[in-house]
């Protein structure tokens, strides 16, 4: 309201200056015409006496001329007329509020006398100070009204819309830029609010935008962090699965012919055969690592070559007959939905396959209650990782994705476990029910077919792994 009280100020004083010049010389003009009315009126007057006294003096002589003076009746009390000779006239003593005008009398060209007319100037004294009262009111009066007029008009075209701008500009500076100013004014103001509004839009998209790189650029490091550490242990895992393969084949067929030695005891059969179990998992873990191993680096060159059209529907059909039994176990349905032309991906069936069945496994565990587990088929247009690269762009311009989903009605991912599902050997599940390597091995073979897998999760409702694999064979080259 500072602007809008200088305005204010600055229109009061400017109309008061303005309104009392013009009242000073308003007054100085009536002034002016007053004494040159006065002064006029007894040039008239002086005229006029001066005639007919000096003819009354030439044809009846001084005395009658005299009495003609004194007969003169002035219209106003504040004028007076009187004769006076040479003598008085010098001895008159000149008085300021009287106006006076002598008129010389000759006869013969001989001054006889004077006629004396004066004039009080009171009234014209009066008259200046009605007028300049009336001036000064007159002056208040426009003054006041012009300030209250200035008061109404800058509040409300001024001195508010200026707050509201002010307002919006800390506001801006604190960092909210969503609620739009409103200011209907068809001027500079309003041209203001518009394109700080405008501003402001601009700065949600640019902060938007720059809160969406920033997201990606730190998933893309974490992502690059995660895949270092899958790398390193992709390798110490190698090294560990060719180690232990050579003796637990060794031990497992020492442990089968001890098992199948009729000549042993029973107990000791018994006790060799609980031996080969455990090493036949022993070996599957081994299998598992290697497995780990191979998807963090180069592909074997067997399934790389052996890419082609995976049929995703019959992938789904065969992994779900697989776990049918384990499933009907639970009191679970695997239920297939998918689009009417299913997409075909360049994959390894094989290896695809394999994630399937990963993601049906923990699914199928993670649903402790009956209900069913449903795998969903279809094509995804969607932005990929930032480290996916490149994209693959379908006829519309968008990344288009072929997408493989399985949804269950389990407990959940914890929000503090689930960054940390695709690291090797972790596992939320019991001992003894899973070594924490399956999420990790369909990570690194959906990643080495260009894709990437996706997780939505939320407790006591379910989780949903959601695989996309790119429909461009130039992706795999």
Same mark, same amino acid.
């Given at each position: 309201?500072?602007?809008?009280?200088?305005?204010?100020l600055?229109m009061?004083?400017?109309v008061t200056?303005?309104?009392a010049?013009?009242?000073?010389?308003?007054v100085?003009?009536e002034l002016?015409a007053?004494?040159?009315?006065m002064?006029q009126?007894?040039?008239?007057?002086a005229?006029?006496?001066?005639r007919?006294?000096?003819?009354?003096?030439?044809t009846?002589?001084?005395?009658a001329?005299?009495?003609l003076?004194?007969?003169v009746?002035?219209?106003?009390?504040?004028l007076h007329?009187?004769?006076?000779d !040479? &003598? #008085?006239?010098?001895?008159?003593v000149? +008085?300021?509020d =009287?106006l006076?005008? %002598?008129v010389?009398?000759s006869? /013969?060209?001989v001054?006889?006398?004077?006629v004396?007319?004066?004039?009080?100037r009171?009234?014209?004294?009066?008259?200046?100070?009605?007028?300049?009262?009336?001036s000064?009111?007159l002056?208040?009066?426009?003054?006041?009204t012009?300030?209250?007029?200035?008061?109404?008009l800058?509040?409300?075209?001024?001195?508010r819309p200026?707050?509201?701008l002010?307002?919006?500009a800390?506001?801006?500076?604190?960092?909210?830029?969503?609620?739009?100013l409103?200011?209907r004014q068809?001027?500079?103001?309003?041209?203001?609010a518009?394109?700080?509004?405008a501003?402001?839009?601009?700065?949600?998209e640019?902060?938007?935008?720059?809160? !969406? &790189? #920033?997201e990606?650029r730190?998933?893309a +490091?974490?992502? =690059?962090?995660?895949a %270092?550490?899958?790398a390193?242990? /992709?390798?110490l895992?190698?090294?560990?699965?060719?180690?232990l393969?050579?003796?637990l084949?060794?031990?497992?067929?020492?442990?089968?012919?001890?098992?199948s030695?009729?000549?042993?005891?029973?107990d000791?059969r018994?006790?060799?055969?609980i031996?080969?179990?455990?090493i036949?998992?022993?070996t599957?873990?081994?299998r598992?690592?290697?497995d780990f191993?191979?998807?963090?680096?180069t592909v074997?060159?067997g399934?790389?070559?052996?890419?082609?059209p995976?049929?995703?529907l019959?992938?789904?059909?065969?992994?779900?007959?697989?776990?049918?039994?384990?499933a009907?176990?639970?009191?679970?349905?695997?239920?297939?939905?998918?689009?009417?032309n299913?997409?075909e991906?360049?994959?390894?069936?094989?290896q695809?396959?394999?994630?399937?069945?990963?993601?049906l496994?923990?699914?199928?565990?993670?649903s402790?209650?009956?209900?069913?587990?449903?795998v969903s088929?279809?094509v995804?247009?969607?932005r990929?990782?930032?480290?996916?690269?490149?994209?693959?762009?379908?006829?519309?311009g968008?990344?288009?994705?072929?997408?493989?989903s399985?949804?269950?009605?389990?407990?959940?991912?914890?929000?503090?476990v689930?960054?940390?599902?695709?690291?090797?050997?972790f596992?939320?599940?019991?001992?003894?029910e899973?070594?924490?390597?399956?999420?990790?091995?369909a990570?690194?073979?959906?990643?080495?077919?260009?894709?990437?897998?996706?997780?939505?999760?939320?407790?006591?409702?379910?989780?949903?792994?959601?695989?996309?694999?790119?429909?461009?064979?130039?992706v795999l080259v």
């Open positions: 309201m500072k602007l809008a009280r200088k305005l204010i600055s009061v004083i400017s200056v303005v309104l010049a013009n009242a000073y010389y308003r100085r003009r002016d007053f004494e040159q009315d002064e009126d007894h040039a008239v007057l005229q006029v006496l001066g007919a006294v000096s003819a009354v003096w030439a009846n002589g001084r005395d001329a005299l009495q003076v004194a007969q009746r002035s219209p106003s009390e504040m007329v009187r004769w006076v !040479a &003598e #008085t006239l010098k001895r008159r000149k +008085v300021k =009287l006076f005008t %002598d010389p009398i006869i /013969g060209g001054v006889m006398g004077f004396e007319i004066s004039e009080s009171k009234f014209e004294h009066a008259y200046t100070r009605s007028t300049l009262i009336h000064i009111v002056t208040l009066i426009a003054a006041a012009a300030g209250i007029l200035s008061t109404v800058g509040v409300w075209f001024v001195g200026i707050e509201q002010v307002d919006k800390r506001r801006i500076g604190a960092g909210d830029v969503g609620s739009p409103v200011i068809r001027d500079e103001i309003g041209e203001l518009t394109e700080m509004n501003m402001c839009l601009r700065l949600a640019t902060r938007y935008a720059l809160n !969406a &790189e #920033t990606e730190l998933r +490091v974490e992502q =690059l962090r995660h %270092d550490r899958l390193t242990v /992709g390798k895992a190698s090294g560990i699965a060719h180690e393969g050579t003796p084949g060794v031990a497992l067929m020492r442990a089968n012919m001890i098992a030695n009729e000549s042993v005891v029973r000791v018994d006790a060799a055969r031996v080969g179990e455990q036949d998992r022993i599957g873990i081994v598992q690592l290697l191993a191979r998807g963090r680096g074997a060159p399934p790389q070559q052996r890419r082609g995976a049929n995703l019959a992938i789904a059909q065969r992994s779900a007959g697989m776990l049918q039994p384990l009907v176990k639970r009191l679970l349905a695997i239920d297939i939905v998918h689009a009417e299913p997409p991906p360049p994959a390894n069936a094989e695809i396959q394999q994630v399937l069945v990963n993601l496994v923990n699914a199928i565990h993670a402790e209650r009956p209900g069913k587990v449903t088929i279809g995804a247009e969607t990929p990782p930032a480290d996916v690269t490149p994209p693959v762009f379908s006829e519309t968008q990344p288009q994705y072929a997408i493989i399985v949804k269950d009605e389990g407990i959940g991912i914890a929000p503090e689930l960054p940390r599902i695709f690291e090797p050997f596992t939320t599940k019991h001992v003894g899973g070594t924490g390597l399956g999420l990790s091995v990570y690194g073979i959906v990643r080495e077919h260009g894709g990437w897998i996706e997780v939505a999760s939320e407790r006591n409702k379910g989780s949903c792994f959601s695989v996309y694999l790119p429909l461009d064979f130039a």
